[in-house]
Nanobody, 127 residues
Framework: QVNLVESGGGLVQPGGSLRLACEAS??????????MGWFRRAPGHEREFVAA????????YYSDSVKGRFVISRDGIKNKIDLYMNNLNAEDMALYYC??????????????????WGRGTQVTVSS
C-alpha cells in the first residue's frame, strides 16, 4: 500500500505563488512509483490533469493551462514531488491531488493511469 500526503495549500492573492508538496510512503512507494503527478478539481468541475514527472525527473508534462507558470520537480530518494505555482489566478483555485502511476502511462494526463491518490490540499486564490 502507498500513502500520499499533500501539503502547502492555502490562500494566495491573484498573481501570487505557492509551493505544493507531496510525499509518498509505504512499503512499495519507491519500488512501484514510475511517475508522480498533480491533478486538481475546481468546484463544479471534473478533476483535471495539472502536471506529471517520471521517476528520474527527466521528463515532465504540463497541461496547457499551467504551462509556463507551474514547475514540477521530484526528489527521487525521498519519493517526494513539489509543484511550484506562479502567477496564480482564480482559475487555479481548486483541490489539488497528488497521484502515483506504477507504470509508464500511455496517456500522462489520464487519471485512470494513476494508481494511488492523496486526499488533496486546497488552493484558494482571492484578494
Amino acid at each position: 500500500q502507498v500513502n500520499l500526503v499533500e501539503s502547502g495549500g492555502g490562500l494566495v492573492q491573484p498573481g501570487g505563488s505557492l509551493r505544493l508538496a507531496c510525499e509518498a510512503s509505504g512499503q512499495t512507494a519507491t519500488a512501484t512509483s514510475y511517475a508522480m503527478g498533480w491533478f486538481r478539481r475546481a468546484p463544479g468541475h471534473e478533476r483535471e490533469f495539472v502536471a506529471a514527472i517520471n521517476w528520474s525527473g527527466g521528463r515532465t508534462y504540463y497541461s496547457d493551462s499551467v504551462k509556463g507558470r507551474f514547475v514540477i520537480s521530484r526528489d527521487g530518494i525521498k519519493n517526494k514531488i513539489d509543484l511550484y505555482m506562479n502567477n496564480l489566478n482564480a482559475e487555479d483555485m481548486a483541490l489539488y491531488y497528488c497521484a502515483i502511476a506504477r507504470w509508464e502511462p500511455d496517456d500522462w494526463e489520464a487519471e485512470t493511469e494513476y494508481d494511488f491518490w492523496g486526499r488533496g490540499t486546497q488552493v484558494t486564490v482571492s484578494s
